[in-house]
């Protein structure tokens, strides 16, 4: 049978008042974890001697049932409850409902089947959450009548003078105890319930925070990052306007210095052609005139490597096959290459040479580092082309290695490479890289002193494949 409505004493609370709580399936689940639960219902099931289990919304057991009762344990043992149905309920005269009404009034409802035994469910609700229950009892409420224990227990299948044995030594609780045992348990399951529901919510703000931190942390160093790269790329703008301005001057000094000294060059020229005629018979004086003439050709060379060098380079892109770029740079050095053992090797790796640039101009690079690749060391020359993938700012792009055999460069000689005027030549004007620098980064290259612990000097010449 189903005892009468609860007393006002037996009402469970809910959240706190005025709260709108809403939770979500993962928070209902570690509200009800039967292991968080466990210790505490141990100590009051065996305090008040009574079984005790968590249930959920719809009466399944979560866990297991806490200090079993002996008469309920000798019956229950050969038919446990089935789906759904209220886990100390033996033999109702109808379907138990008590966690059920428990959940729909808020306040403990008590229940007792044919056997006798009675049990009672305390309802867990956060807010207008219905969560679970607790179910406790499994204990008589007046002394068992033994032809209801011997039916019963024919019913499951049992010796009805055993299960009377065992029900009569059971201790009735009397229904004023009872309602003791429902007020303590309606206490501890709803202080459990909201601390636990406090500490949860707790740990899920400080997670929450802990995300938010880091993903406040995550966008201040990607904001960093992007400052420092603005940054670096005006610090570079800034660099390149005032290294266009500068040879914009420069351009401007040696063609004015060219022009007003080509009337000087010219008259000294016919007066050194002229002194040739008269000293033809001195072989001491004709050696001085040809050193003479020899620095007149390397100051119109150096007019004419400062004034390529500051001129604007006017790129007129278009497919370009990188091969065919190197290979007639180095059919135009084979006045150089005449009488030497030298040998152009490619390792292009069956990649595809083509992009978007100059042939003109990239043709100029390529000359240029042949060419020095061939003044680096002496006989048998091997120069070596290698090719390989890559990328610039996540766009692809062809990266070009050009290595020779020589006696490579030194520490300072790397860092100084590409300045204008450096140069490792007797006769050179320090001019020739500093152009393929320019050139390069014209094209949105890059050109550097290789890594390789090879032998000899490495040139990385790195090229946007662009839209060829």
């Given at each position: 049978m189903r005892v009468p409505e609860p007393s006002a004493a037996q009402e469970v609370g809910g959240a706190s008042p005025g709260r709108d709580v809403e939770l979500s399936p993962a928070l209902r689940a570690d509200l009800l974890d039967p292991a968080a639960w466990e210790e505490g219902l141990e100590k009051y099931a065996l305090a008040m001697h009574?079984?005790?289990?968590?249930?959920?919304?719809?009466?399944?057991?979560?866990?297991?049932?806490?200090?079993p009762q002996p008469f309920w344990g000798l019956l229950r043992g050969r038919e446990p409850a089935g789906a759904g149905e209220c886990p100390f309920a033996l033999a109702p005269a109808e379907p138990c409902a008590c966690v059920a009404d428990a959940l729909e009034k808020g306040a403990v409802v008590r229940a007792q089947d044919r056997s006798g035994l009675v049990h009672f469910a305390v309802p867990l609700v956060i807010g207008k959450d219905r969560l679970g229950a607790l179910v406790a009892g499994q204990v008589f409420e007046e002394y068992p009548e033994q032809l209801l224990i011997e039916q019963v227990a024919k019913r499951l299948g049992l010796s009805p003078a055993k299960a009377w044995e065992r029900a009569r030594l059971e201790h009735p609780v009397a229904p004023a105890t009872l309602r003791v045992y429902e007020d303590l348990l309606a206490t501890l399951g709803q202080a459990f319930l909201q601390g636990r529901y406090h500490t949860l919510l707790d740990a899920t703000r400080r997670a929450e925070r802990a995300r938010a931190e880091e993903a406040l942390r995550r966008a201040y160093d990607e904001l960093e990052k992007r400052v420092e790269e603005r940054t670096a790329a005006l610090e570079e703008a800034q660099k390149q306007a005032v290294q266009a301005e500068r040879l914009a001057a420069i351009g401007q000094m040696v063609t004015g210095l060219a022009h007003e000294s080509r009337n000087a060059l010219q008259r000294s020229q016919a007066c050194l052609a002229m002194l040739e005629l008269k000293v033809k018979d001195r072989p001491e004086?004709?050696?001085?005139?040809?050193?003479?003439?020899?620095?007149?050709?390397?100051?119109?060379?150096?007019?004419e490597s400062v004034r390529e060098y500051a001129a604007p380079i006017r790129l007129a892109p278009g497919v370009c096959d990188l091969g065919e770029v190197w290979r007639a740079a180095w059919a135009?050095?084979?006045?150089?290459?005449?009488?030497?053992?030298?040998?152009?090797?490619?390792?292009?790796?069956?990649?595809?040479?083509?992009?978007?640039a100059s042939p003109f101009h990239l043709k100029q690079v390529f000359r240029n580092l042949l060419d020095n690749a061939?003044?680096?060391?002496?006989?048998?020359?091997?120069?070596?082309?290698?090719?390989?993938?890559?990328?610039?700012?996540?766009?692809?792009?062809?990266r070009v290695a050009v290595r020779d055999n020589g006696p490579g460069l030194t520490g300072e000689q790397k860092q100084k490479l590409f300045d204008p005027f450096f140069t490792t030549k007797a006769r050179g004007?320090?001019?020739?890289?500093?152009?393929?620098?320019?050139?390069?980064?014209?094209?949105?290259?890059?050109?550097?002193?290789?890594?390789?612990?090879?032998?000899?000097?490495?040139?990385?010449?790195?090229?946007?494949r662009g839209k060829a």
């Open positions: 009574l079984a005790v289990v968590l249930v959920d919304a719809v009466g399944r057991v979560l866990g297991r049932c806490l200090n004086a004709l050696n001085l005139l040809g050193r003479v003439q020899q620095a007149q050709d390397d100051l119109h060379r150096l007019y135009e050095l084979a006045p150089l290459r005449s009488g030497r053992a030298a040998e152009l090797r490619e390792e292009t790796c069956v990649l595809d040479l083509r992009c978007s061939l003044g680096a060391g002496s006989d048998p020359v091997r120069v070596t082309i290698c090719c390989s993938p890559a990328e610039i700012e996540g766009e692809p792009a062809i004007t320090g001019l020739g890289l500093a152009i393929c620098k320019r050139i390069v980064e014209a094209h949105g290259g890059r050109i550097v002193v290789g890594e390789s612990t090879a032998a000899g000097a490495e040139i990385l010449v790195t090229l946007p």
